[in-house]
Each structure stands twice: as structure tokens, then as C-alpha cells.
């Protein structure tokens, strides 16, 4: 008891070890913080609570005295580690990926300057709601700091100036490019019928439809924005870190996109992007 109470007496000191022992707790208990942030609401969420009754089945087994139930889960802990990793795979590359947007590498080294204008904002916006009055689905990515290169590349490269008939077109049944999203760098478009990851978290509707779960999923692994236009219903949603929000009027989309750019009325303001151009195939 008396030493108890010293080593109780001791935490009030400063010293390099206390420094270090409190560093690395905030360090784990941050890892754990992000690591439920990102398997809530999705398939990991589900893999997480099965390990814990595993681990809880595993302890219970061998305080009751089930030797050969016991023998069993404590021979499937060896192959526990590598099992974890195929089942949550997408999840520990969303979590990589995540690590690039704190913004630890200096950007001037990877990126340059580029500019979002006004006229390209008007034009997703015409498009977007034209083909929602026609009941034409349509996905459309719109880049911010972190280049899309992998989806585009999976895609058809196309590199021409944005304008709303060309969005239009892009997304017109008869066109062989229909069917997949347009990538949009800065003001032209950069790919089509691109493949996008699909989300897998469960909060979104399940009236949701797959061109939604697919957009949800770009701004999930990346910091871009998505506009989506339902061809069931022909409502106008935007996706923005995972989330869905709906979207009724051509103002609302247009202040919407307004200020995730970084745009002010009658000005553009330059933005990031990488230097590298695309190498399709990549």
C-alpha cells in the first residue's frame, strides 16, 4: 500500500518520463478516436463487434473450463491478424488515404496553381438541372486539393473546356460515356465513365440507388465534391465527405459549390492541384 501511494505521489512531478508516458497516451487514445470514426455506420462496424465476442468467448471459455472450445478460439487467434486485414482491406486504404489530407507535405512540392471560374460553376449548374428536368442521371466530380488520377484513369480521358452542353452530352443515354461520372479538373473535364468506389456506410437511404452510394464513396477516399441528378426521380443531390444533402433549386447548388471553391461573386480565386499530368492507365 505504501508503495501505492508514492508511485500516486510521484504523477504530480514533471519529469521527461511523465512527458513521455502522457504523449503516448493521447497518441493511442487519438488511434482509437479515428479508428471508430472510421468503421462507424459501415462494414467494418460489424467486423469490429464480432472480434470483441470473439475476445469475450475466448476469456469465458477458459474461466468455465471449456478446454476444447477453448483450444479451438485460442488456435484461430494466430490466424486472427491476417484475417483482420482481407476483411477491412477498404477500410485501411481509406485510412491511408485520410492521412494525406492533414496536409503534412508542404504542397508547393507537389502542386501548382490553377483556377476554378465562375462561368465553369454556371455551367454544372445549367447541366445539372437540364438533365434533372429530364430525368437523366448524371454523376460529376469536381476536384479540390487532392488529384483523382486512379478514377480517372480507369476512365476515358477526354481534357476539354467545361460547358454545360458538353456536360449534357457526356450524360446523354445514346452516348457510350453515359454511364459511369465525369472528373472535372478546374475548368475542363478530365475523364469519363469513371468507376467510383461505393460507400458502405449505412446511414444513407436505402431508397438511395447505387449512382448515390458511388458518390458518397468518391468524397469519402477524397476531399472532391460530387453532384449527383437522380434518373428515377430527377432530384439534384451533392455529396460532400461522405455525406449526401439534397439540393431544390439552381441558387441553392450554385451557393453550395460557391463556397466549397472557395468562389466570391464576379471573382475566381486560384486554387491547388498537382503538376503531374494524367497517365491513363495508370
Known sequence: MEGFFKQVSGLGRFSNETLVHAVDILLVSYLIYRVLL??????????????????????ASDRLGFKTFHWILDKATALAPVALVFLLLPELRQALESISKLGLWPSRLTTSVIRVGIRTVDDIVSSTFEMASSRMGAIIIIERDHPMDDIAGNGVLVNAQVSAPLLTSLFFHGNPLHDGAVILRGDRVLAAACRLPLSENESINRKMHMRHRAAAGATESSDCLAVVVSEERGLVSVSIEGKLLPVSAPAELRDFLFKELGLQSGSSRPRKTRKAKLKVGA
Open 38 to 59: 472510421l468503421v462507424r455506420n459501415t462494414r467494418a462496424w460489424r467486423i469490429v463487434g464480432g472480434v470483441v465476442i470473439f475476445v469475450l468467448a475466448l476469456f
